[in-house]
């Protein structure tokens, strides 16, 4: 299966924050590219891997095409961040969740940052292994 990181990043932010300010769709697609380790070739299976990202469970088709033009455009900023260039909105951030859950992961994370209905976290300094769930 040929997979390219531009769409999934453009799924994730669509699906995860749409209706977010576009510097949180940014923001996920942040995520995904730092879990990935800024490597564009392993997008697909961080954003694919069971259980990290809940839309791929049931993978919904896109309904709101002006949503859908600004989360590709959320997908190609967040992948020029990844090359340096522009602003970090995650504040290095591996993990988020909208606000009306509290995830058990969270309770081991550092919250850095609040866009919309998404909180931001990475792990707190000291822990060795942060979990893997969004």
Known sequence: MICSALLVLSLNAYHEARGEPFHGQV??????????DYDSRRVCQVVYA??????TAA??????????AEAVRAA????????????????????????????????????????GEHE???PTKGTSNAPARS
């Open 27 to 36: 923001a996920v697609a942040q995520v995904a590219l730092r879990r990935a």
């Open 50 to 55: 069971y259980r990290q990202f809940s839309w």
């Open 59 to 68: 993978r919904p088709p896109i309904h709101d095409r002006a949503a859908w």
């Open 76 to 115: 190609k900023v967040a992948m020029l961040w990844a090359h340096g260039a522009g602003r970090d909105y995650s504040v290095g951030a591996t993990h988020y969740h909208t606000s009306y859950v509290c995830p058990r992961w969270s309770r081991g994370m550092t919250r850095v940052a609040v866009i």
């Open 120 to 122: 931001f976290y990475k």
